[in-house]
């Protein structure tokens, strides 16, 4: 099936895909409990995300529905209440919807249109470049109810905004605006109504111009850079290069740049 078939037999996560077929806005829709966690959405955009990966999108933009003012507002803590530790760790097997979102072939922008809070959080993490409206706050609640980040906060925070920052966020479990998010690092750009949408369409538009191929390696390559030290991380790079070597795509890029003209991508 195609990524908006899948969605549309999902209640919970909406998915269009744009024209020409580059761009897919997956937007999660829980509007009653502003966009939070349960199972029945991980699984949902479990699904929506197998068919992008099947399918010749090349960014993804993950973002709340509109009108709740939600990115994520968190998990479901109706449903969490009811676990022990043991259905906790069957919940907590990966991938999880976190690693499924960072694992994607094709880059993830995260639109934060409002609250991103405890898992929402950590979700937007995951994401690889993450732009706010002005109006979101962020945060890692989940001390304030006798828990930790789950959803991977307390490894991918740090990474982002350092130790310290992501000590104070996670220990006293405030919420910051998006201007303080983005003058530590959490979020890369903050935006009022006027440029929000524009912003990400075009951030957006300018990534799915360029060969899938190429962005795949891009993204594998600034992703090591957080799990590999200095030398390991320069080798892995220089691999990446070299198998890019032997792609039509990388051909086709050369000759368009010869003979001034758009590049016509094959993905291959």
């Known amino acids: 099936m195609t990524v908006e078939e899948t969605a ?3 209640e919970t996560v909406n998915a269009t895909v744009g024209d020409p077929a580059g761009v897919a806005e997956v937007e ?6 502003r966009n939070a966690l349960n199972s029945q959405l991980r699984r949902e955009l479990g699904e929506v995300l197998d068919a992008i990966e099947a399918s010749n999108v090349r960014v993804v933009v993950l973002t709340g529905a509109t009108g709740t003012e939600a990115f ?3 998990a479901d803590v109706t449903e969490l209440r009811e676990r022990d530790g043991l259905e906790q760790r069957e919940a907590s097997r990966r991938p999880r919807v976190y690693e499924r979102v960072e694992n994607l072939t094709m880059p993830v922008i995260a639109r934060i249109n409002g609250h991103a809070l405890g898992g929402g959080c950590e979700l937007a993490q995951a994401c690889d470049v993450r732009i706010a409206h002005e109006r979101a706050k962020l945060g890692q609640p989940e001390i304030t109810l006798g828990l930790v980040p789950g959803g991977g906060g307390t490894q991918r925070l740090p990474r982002l905004v350092g130790e310290g920052q992501a000590m104070r966020l996670i220990l006293t479990g405030e919420l910051v605006d998006a201007s303080e998010a983005a003058d530590i690092g959490l979020v890369d750009e903050v935006h009022g109504d006027d440029e929000f949408d524009e912003r990400v369409d075009e951030l957006a538009a300018a990534m799915a111009q360029n060969s899938p191929v190429a962005l795949e390696f891009a993204k594998k390559a600034v992703s090591a850079a957080s799990r590999m030290d200095l030398d390991d991380g320069i080798e892995y790079e220089a691999e990446l290069f070299a198998q890019l ?3 039509a795509d990388k051909n086709e890029g050369i000759d368009a740049f010869l003979e001034d ?6 993905g291959e």
């Open 72 to 74: 994520v507002a968190g």
């Open 261 to 266: 003209r758009e590049p016509d991508w094959k």
């Open 245 to 247: 070597c032997n792609t």
């Open 28 to 33: 999660l829709c829980r509007p009653e409990a």
């Open 8 to 10: 549309g037999e999902c």
